[in-house]
Protein backbone atom coordinates (compact mmCIF):
# COMPACT_ATOMS: atom_id res chain seq x y z
CA UNK A 1 0.00 0.00 0.00
CA UNK A 2 3.34 2.45 0.85
CA UNK A 3 3.94 2.34 -3.11
CA UNK A 4 -0.24 2.78 -3.55
CA UNK A 5 -0.33 6.13 -1.66
CA UNK A 6 2.72 7.51 -3.14
CA UNK A 7 1.61 6.96 -6.61
CA UNK A 8 -1.27 9.63 -5.55
CA UNK A 9 1.94 11.83 -5.43
CA UNK A 10 2.93 11.49 -8.64
CA UNK A 11 -0.17 12.01 -10.13
CA UNK A 12 -1.03 15.20 -7.88
CA UNK A 13 2.79 16.54 -8.77
CA UNK A 14 1.28 16.21 -12.82
CA UNK A 15 -1.54 17.81 -12.06
CA UNK A 16 0.10 20.93 -10.21
CA UNK A 17 2.10 20.97 -12.96
CA UNK A 18 -0.54 21.03 -15.60
CA UNK A 19 -1.60 19.00 -18.79
CA UNK A 20 -1.49 19.50 -22.00
CA UNK A 21 -2.84 17.02 -24.57
CA UNK A 22 -1.29 18.79 -27.93
CA UNK A 23 2.50 19.03 -26.95
CA UNK A 24 4.59 17.74 -25.34
CA UNK A 25 5.03 19.10 -21.38
CA UNK A 26 7.41 18.55 -18.27
CA UNK A 27 5.83 19.66 -15.33
CA UNK A 28 7.70 21.19 -12.47
CA UNK A 29 7.91 18.03 -10.35
CA UNK A 30 10.30 16.60 -12.88
CA UNK A 31 12.65 19.33 -11.92
CA UNK A 32 11.76 20.65 -8.81
CA UNK A 33 10.25 18.29 -6.20
CA UNK A 34 8.23 19.64 -3.54
CA UNK A 35 8.70 16.34 -0.86
CA UNK A 36 5.07 16.48 0.22
CA UNK A 37 5.03 14.13 3.48
CA UNK A 38 3.05 11.14 2.36
CA UNK A 39 1.56 9.42 5.24
CA UNK A 40 -0.22 5.79 5.34
CA UNK A 41 -1.78 3.69 7.87
CA UNK A 42 -4.51 2.83 10.02
CA UNK A 43 -5.25 3.44 13.54
CA UNK A 44 -6.43 -0.11 15.18
CA UNK A 45 -8.63 -0.25 18.13
CA UNK A 46 -8.24 -3.20 20.36
CA UNK A 47 -6.95 -6.86 18.48
CA UNK A 48 -3.62 -5.63 16.80
CA UNK A 49 -0.78 -2.93 16.62
CA UNK A 50 -1.07 0.56 14.70
CA UNK A 51 1.85 0.92 12.24
CA UNK A 52 1.96 4.98 10.69
CA UNK A 53 4.30 5.67 7.59
CA UNK A 54 6.06 8.38 6.73
CA UNK A 55 7.56 9.11 3.38
CA UNK A 56 8.11 11.84 1.14
CA UNK A 57 6.98 12.28 -2.54
CA UNK A 58 9.94 12.34 -5.36
CA UNK A 59 10.13 13.91 -9.06
CA UNK A 60 9.47 11.57 -11.93
CA UNK A 61 13.13 11.60 -13.16
CA UNK A 62 14.09 10.17 -9.43
CA UNK A 63 15.01 6.55 -9.66
CA UNK A 64 16.00 6.08 -6.09
CA UNK A 65 14.29 4.47 -3.32
CA UNK A 66 11.56 6.54 -1.45
CA UNK A 67 12.81 8.50 1.22
CA UNK A 68 11.58 7.74 4.27
CA UNK A 69 11.06 10.28 6.78
CA UNK A 70 12.99 9.84 9.83
CA UNK A 71 13.05 11.85 13.47
CA UNK A 72 9.35 12.65 13.56
CA UNK A 73 6.86 12.55 16.33
CA UNK A 74 4.05 11.05 15.57
CA UNK A 75 0.95 10.50 18.46
CA UNK A 76 -2.87 9.87 18.62
CA UNK A 77 -4.76 12.88 20.48
CA UNK A 78 -8.29 12.66 21.59
CA UNK A 79 -9.98 15.94 22.81
CA UNK A 80 -10.57 14.99 26.36
CA UNK A 81 -6.43 15.52 26.32
CA UNK A 82 -5.45 11.74 25.97
CA UNK A 83 -2.11 10.77 24.33
CA UNK A 84 -1.06 7.84 22.61
CA UNK A 85 2.68 8.63 21.51
CA UNK A 86 3.97 6.01 18.73
CA UNK A 87 7.91 4.46 18.56
CA UNK A 88 9.62 5.26 15.81
CA UNK A 89 10.97 1.79 14.69
CA UNK A 90 13.19 3.01 11.87
CA UNK A 91 12.54 3.18 8.17
CA UNK A 92 10.07 5.62 8.64
CA UNK A 93 7.96 3.38 10.51
CA UNK A 94 6.07 4.62 13.37
CA UNK A 95 4.46 1.64 16.14
CA UNK A 96 2.17 1.65 19.29
CA UNK A 97 1.24 -1.79 20.51
CA UNK A 98 -2.65 -2.14 21.00
CA UNK A 99 -4.60 0.89 21.45
CA UNK A 100 -7.97 0.87 23.46
CA UNK A 101 -9.75 3.75 22.40
CA UNK A 102 -13.21 4.87 23.53
CA UNK A 103 -15.76 4.95 20.62
CA UNK A 104 -18.13 7.66 22.07
CA UNK A 105 -14.74 10.32 21.31
CA UNK A 106 -13.52 11.60 17.88
CA UNK A 107 -9.38 10.97 17.59
CA UNK A 108 -6.86 12.29 15.22
CA UNK A 109 -3.06 11.57 14.49
CA UNK A 110 -0.32 14.01 15.50
CA UNK A 111 2.89 14.19 13.67
CA UNK A 112 5.80 16.82 14.22
CA UNK A 113 8.61 16.30 11.51
CA UNK A 114 12.28 17.31 12.31
CA UNK A 115 11.89 20.48 10.31
CA UNK A 116 9.35 22.01 13.14
CA UNK A 117 6.23 21.08 11.06
CA UNK A 118 3.39 20.19 12.73
CA UNK A 119 0.36 17.73 10.76
CA UNK A 120 -3.24 16.80 12.37
CA UNK A 121 -5.85 14.77 10.96
CA UNK A 122 -9.59 15.39 10.99
CA UNK A 123 -11.16 14.49 14.09
CA UNK A 124 -13.05 11.25 13.04
CA UNK A 125 -14.63 8.17 15.04
CA UNK A 126 -13.24 5.01 15.44
CA UNK A 127 -15.54 2.28 13.30
CA UNK A 128 -16.26 -1.26 14.20
CA UNK A 129 -16.89 -3.34 11.12
CA UNK A 130 -18.68 -6.76 11.51
CA UNK A 131 -16.51 -10.00 10.94
CA UNK A 132 -15.96 -11.01 7.60
CA UNK A 133 -18.40 -13.78 6.95
CA UNK A 134 -16.40 -15.45 4.56
CA UNK A 135 -13.02 -15.87 1.68
CA UNK A 136 -13.94 -18.02 -1.11
CA UNK A 137 -12.55 -18.25 -4.84
CA UNK A 138 -13.18 -19.19 -8.31
CA UNK A 139 -11.07 -19.77 -10.79
CA UNK A 140 -11.49 -19.23 -14.84
CA UNK A 141 -9.77 -18.39 -17.60
CA UNK A 142 -8.17 -15.40 -16.05
CA UNK A 143 -6.92 -17.22 -13.29
CA UNK A 144 -8.16 -17.42 -9.45
CA UNK A 145 -10.52 -14.54 -7.91
CA UNK A 146 -10.34 -14.38 -4.62
CA UNK A 147 -13.62 -13.00 -2.59
CA UNK A 148 -14.66 -11.45 0.65
CA UNK A 149 -18.19 -11.62 1.99
CA UNK A 150 -19.30 -10.31 5.29
CA UNK A 151 -22.67 -8.26 6.58
CA UNK A 152 -23.41 -5.51 9.42
CA UNK A 153 -26.88 -6.59 10.82
CA UNK A 154 -27.26 -3.13 12.16
CA UNK A 155 -26.75 -1.48 9.10
CA UNK A 156 -24.45 1.26 10.59
CA UNK A 157 -20.66 0.11 8.50
CA UNK A 158 -21.88 1.05 4.95
CA UNK A 159 -18.12 2.00 4.18
CA UNK A 160 -15.83 -1.15 4.02
CA UNK A 161 -11.77 -0.90 3.30
CA UNK A 162 -9.59 -3.91 3.04
CA UNK A 163 -5.50 -4.67 2.53
CA UNK A 164 -4.15 -8.08 2.64
CA UNK A 165 -1.28 -9.87 2.62
CA UNK A 166 -0.09 -12.65 0.39
CA UNK A 167 2.18 -15.91 1.55
CA UNK A 168 2.90 -18.58 -0.38
CA UNK A 169 5.33 -21.83 -0.34
CA UNK A 170 7.61 -23.21 -3.36
CA UNK A 171 10.38 -25.21 -3.67
CA UNK A 172 13.79 -25.54 -5.38
CA UNK A 173 14.18 -28.91 -7.69
CA UNK A 174 16.23 -30.74 -5.74
CA UNK A 175 15.79 -31.41 -1.60
CA UNK A 176 19.89 -31.61 -0.37
CA UNK A 177 20.42 -33.91 1.93
CA UNK A 178 24.08 -32.57 2.90
CA UNK A 179 25.91 -29.41 3.14
CA UNK A 180 29.75 -28.58 1.99
CA UNK A 181 31.29 -26.72 4.47
CA UNK A 182 34.82 -27.25 3.24
CA UNK A 183 36.38 -30.76 1.82
CA UNK A 184 36.56 -32.26 5.58
CA UNK A 185 33.58 -30.99 7.24
CA UNK A 186 30.48 -32.29 5.34
CA UNK A 187 27.63 -32.57 7.48
CA UNK A 188 23.69 -33.68 7.85
CA UNK A 189 20.97 -31.36 6.60
CA UNK A 190 18.98 -30.45 9.83
CA UNK A 191 15.89 -29.42 9.81
CA UNK A 192 16.37 -26.25 10.58
CA UNK A 193 18.41 -25.63 7.84
CA UNK A 194 16.68 -26.93 5.14
CA UNK A 195 16.39 -24.97 1.90
CA UNK A 196 13.99 -27.12 -0.33
CA UNK A 197 10.74 -25.04 1.00
CA UNK A 198 10.70 -21.76 0.78
CA UNK A 199 8.10 -18.75 1.64
CA UNK A 200 7.52 -15.42 -0.12
CA UNK A 201 5.34 -12.32 1.15
CA UNK A 202 3.42 -9.38 -0.70
CA UNK A 203 1.22 -7.05 0.44
CA UNK A 204 -1.73 -5.66 -1.65
CA UNK A 205 -0.94 -3.20 -3.60
CA UNK A 206 -4.83 -2.62 -5.01
CA UNK A 207 -7.14 0.10 -3.40
CA UNK A 208 -9.83 -2.21 -1.99
CA UNK A 209 -13.37 -0.11 -0.75
CA UNK A 210 -16.90 -0.80 -1.03
CA UNK A 211 -20.65 0.69 0.08
CA UNK A 212 -23.45 -0.66 0.55
CA UNK A 213 -25.49 2.70 0.85
CA UNK A 214 -27.05 1.43 -2.19
CA UNK A 215 -28.68 -1.50 -1.09
CA UNK A 216 -31.58 -2.07 1.55
CA UNK A 217 -29.22 -4.09 3.89
CA UNK A 218 -25.85 -3.56 4.93
CA UNK A 219 -24.36 -6.91 3.08
CA UNK A 220 -21.24 -7.22 0.85
CA UNK A 221 -21.55 -10.32 -1.66
CA UNK A 222 -18.56 -11.05 -3.48
CA UNK A 223 -16.28 -8.27 -3.58
CA UNK A 224 -13.13 -9.48 -5.50
CA UNK A 225 -10.20 -8.88 -3.87
CA UNK A 226 -7.19 -9.99 -6.12
CA UNK A 227 -7.18 -12.25 -9.25
CA UNK A 228 -3.81 -14.71 -9.17
CA UNK A 229 -2.95 -15.11 -13.12
CA UNK A 230 -2.77 -19.20 -14.46
CA UNK A 231 0.86 -20.46 -14.04
CA UNK A 232 1.56 -18.25 -10.90
CA UNK A 233 3.98 -18.89 -8.56
CA UNK A 234 1.64 -18.15 -6.01
CA UNK A 235 0.03 -21.67 -6.25
CA UNK A 236 2.32 -23.65 -7.15
CA UNK A 237 2.31 -25.21 -3.82
CA UNK A 238 0.43 -23.73 -0.76
CA UNK A 239 -0.90 -20.01 -0.96
CA UNK A 240 -2.56 -17.96 1.94
CA UNK A 241 -4.18 -14.39 2.02
CA UNK A 242 -4.46 -12.64 5.32
CA UNK A 243 -7.14 -10.22 4.82
CA UNK A 244 -7.54 -6.82 7.50
CA UNK A 245 -11.16 -5.37 7.15
CA UNK A 246 -11.98 -1.58 8.22
CA UNK A 247 -14.58 0.49 8.85
CA UNK A 248 -13.96 3.81 6.92
CA UNK A 249 -15.88 6.90 7.12
CA UNK A 250 -17.76 8.02 3.72
CA UNK A 251 -15.06 10.73 3.51
CA UNK A 252 -12.44 8.58 3.50
CA UNK A 253 -14.62 6.30 0.53
CA UNK A 254 -14.33 8.64 -1.60
CA UNK A 255 -10.72 9.42 -1.12
CA UNK A 256 -9.75 5.69 -1.61
CA UNK A 257 -12.38 5.76 -4.33
CA UNK A 258 -11.55 8.20 -6.37
CA UNK A 259 -7.57 7.34 -5.69
CA UNK A 260 -8.52 3.68 -6.92
CA UNK A 261 -9.98 5.73 -10.48
CA UNK A 262 -7.16 7.62 -11.14
CA UNK A 263 -4.24 5.21 -10.49
CA UNK A 264 -5.99 1.99 -12.18
CA UNK A 265 -7.72 4.17 -14.97
CA UNK A 266 -5.40 6.61 -16.01
CA UNK A 267 -3.99 6.84 -19.44
CA UNK A 268 -6.42 8.09 -22.20
CA UNK A 269 -8.08 11.28 -22.91
CA UNK A 270 -11.39 9.55 -21.96
CA UNK A 271 -10.71 8.48 -19.11
CA UNK A 272 -11.31 9.98 -15.15
CA UNK A 273 -8.79 12.44 -14.79
CA UNK A 274 -6.87 13.00 -11.70
CA UNK A 275 -8.26 14.89 -8.55
CA UNK A 276 -6.67 17.51 -6.04
CA UNK A 277 -8.21 15.87 -3.02
CA UNK A 278 -4.63 15.00 -0.68
CA UNK A 279 -6.52 13.68 2.03
CA UNK A 280 -7.53 14.72 5.47
CA UNK A 281 -4.50 15.64 7.06
CA UNK A 282 -3.20 19.37 7.27
CA UNK A 283 -0.12 21.19 8.43
CA UNK A 284 -2.05 23.44 10.91
CA UNK A 285 0.92 25.83 11.69
CA UNK A 286 1.50 26.74 7.59
CA UNK A 287 -1.14 25.95 5.97
CA UNK A 288 1.17 26.21 2.72
CA UNK A 289 2.73 22.88 3.60
CA UNK A 290 0.75 20.14 1.99
CA UNK A 291 0.60 16.18 3.16
CA UNK A 292 -0.96 13.69 1.31
CA UNK A 293 -2.86 10.75 3.13
CA UNK A 294 -5.73 9.83 4.87
CA UNK A 295 -6.12 8.51 8.11
CA UNK A 296 -9.10 6.12 9.72
CA UNK A 297 -9.61 4.78 12.63
CA UNK A 298 -11.34 1.10 13.11
CA UNK A 299 -11.43 -2.10 15.05
CA UNK A 300 -9.64 -4.82 12.66
CA UNK A 301 -11.41 -7.91 11.86
CA UNK A 302 -9.36 -10.68 10.04
CA UNK A 303 -9.70 -13.95 7.78
CA UNK A 304 -7.39 -16.37 6.34
CA UNK A 305 -8.19 -18.36 3.41
CA UNK A 306 -5.59 -21.14 1.60
CA UNK A 307 -5.46 -22.37 -1.54
CA UNK A 308 -3.37 -25.69 -2.42
CA UNK A 309 -2.14 -26.64 -5.94
CA UNK A 310 -4.42 -29.90 -6.14
CA UNK A 311 -7.42 -27.51 -5.88
CA UNK A 312 -6.84 -25.46 -9.47
CA UNK A 313 -6.56 -26.91 -12.62
CA UNK A 314 -5.25 -26.73 -14.88
CA UNK A 315 -2.51 -24.58 -13.67
CA UNK A 316 0.83 -24.98 -15.80
CA UNK A 317 3.25 -23.60 -13.68
CA UNK A 318 7.02 -23.18 -14.64
CA UNK A 319 9.28 -23.04 -11.93
CA UNK A 320 12.02 -20.29 -11.51
CA UNK A 321 14.94 -22.06 -12.00
CA UNK A 322 12.99 -22.96 -15.57
CA UNK A 323 13.32 -26.43 -15.69
CA UNK A 324 16.59 -27.39 -16.77
CA UNK A 325 18.47 -28.40 -13.53
CA UNK A 326 18.71 -31.84 -15.07
CA UNK A 327 21.27 -30.83 -17.50
CA UNK A 328 23.57 -29.50 -14.50
CA UNK A 329 23.25 -32.54 -12.29
CA UNK A 330 26.69 -33.83 -11.45
CA UNK A 331 27.96 -36.85 -9.75
CA UNK A 332 31.73 -36.13 -8.37
CA UNK A 333 34.09 -38.30 -7.20
CA UNK A 334 35.08 -37.19 -3.28
CA UNK A 335 38.92 -36.16 -4.60
CA UNK A 336 37.60 -33.92 -6.75
CA UNK A 337 34.41 -32.38 -4.77
CA UNK A 338 36.77 -29.16 -3.49
CA UNK A 339 37.30 -28.43 -6.87
CA UNK A 340 33.99 -27.33 -7.39
CA UNK A 341 33.50 -25.81 -3.84
CA UNK A 342 36.54 -23.19 -4.00
CA UNK A 343 36.33 -20.77 -3.01
CA UNK A 344 33.42 -20.95 -0.56
CA UNK A 345 30.45 -20.36 -2.22
CA UNK A 346 32.11 -20.31 -5.74
CA UNK A 347 32.90 -19.63 -8.66
CA UNK A 348 30.42 -22.21 -9.79
CA UNK A 349 27.87 -21.63 -7.08
CA UNK A 350 27.34 -25.26 -6.67
CA UNK A 351 24.87 -26.87 -3.44
CA UNK A 352 25.42 -30.88 -2.43
CA UNK A 353 22.54 -32.94 -2.72
CA UNK A 354 23.59 -36.59 -1.61
CA UNK A 355 25.82 -39.41 -2.42
CA UNK A 356 25.53 -42.56 -4.61
CA UNK A 357 27.37 -45.33 -4.35
CA UNK A 358 30.58 -43.36 -2.71
CA UNK A 359 29.86 -40.41 -5.36
CA UNK A 360 28.87 -37.26 -4.03
CA UNK A 361 25.61 -35.66 -6.20
CA UNK A 362 25.70 -31.79 -6.80
CA UNK A 363 23.90 -29.54 -8.87
CA UNK A 364 23.80 -25.78 -9.05
CA UNK A 365 22.82 -23.37 -5.70
CA UNK A 366 19.39 -22.19 -7.81
CA UNK A 367 18.42 -25.81 -8.49
CA UNK A 368 18.86 -26.57 -4.78
CA UNK A 369 18.34 -23.67 -2.34
CA UNK A 370 14.96 -22.16 -2.96
CA UNK A 371 16.23 -18.83 -0.79
CA UNK A 372 18.17 -18.23 -4.63
CA UNK A 373 14.67 -17.07 -5.54
CA UNK A 374 14.16 -14.41 -2.86
CA UNK A 375 12.13 -16.54 -0.31
CA UNK A 376 12.92 -17.41 3.00
CA UNK A 377 13.46 -21.24 4.64
CA UNK A 378 11.34 -20.26 8.00
CA UNK A 379 8.23 -21.70 8.19
CA UNK A 380 5.61 -18.96 9.08
CA UNK A 381 4.06 -19.93 12.12
CA UNK A 382 0.67 -20.19 10.82
CA UNK A 383 1.54 -22.33 7.90
CA UNK A 384 0.12 -25.91 8.18
Known sequence: ?????????????????????????????????????????????????????????????????????????VSIL?????????????????????????????YQLKIVTADGNEFRSQLDHVYAPPPIDSLNFTQDGSGVHVFVNTHDPTNSTRYYR???????????????????????????????????????????SSIQVATTTQLSSDIVSEHELEVIPPGSEKISMLYSMLVNQYGVSVDAYNFWSNLKKNTEQLGSLFDVQPFTELGNITCVNNPSVQCIG????????????????????????????GGDCALTYREIHPDSLSYYFQPPGGPYFNSLIGTDNGLYILNTTECVDCRQHGGTSIKPPYWP
Open 1 to 73: MRNRITIIGVILLLQLGGWNCKQEYNPPAIKNTPHLLVVDGVVINGNDSTVITLTRTRSLADTTPAVVELGAQ
Open 78 to 106: SPSGAIYPLVSEGNGRYEIDQLFLDTTQL
Open 162 to 204: WQYLDTWEYVSDYQAALIYVDSNNIVDVSQDYQNYFCYQFEPS
Open 294 to 321: FISFSSLQQKRIFISRNQVNPWNYIPYY
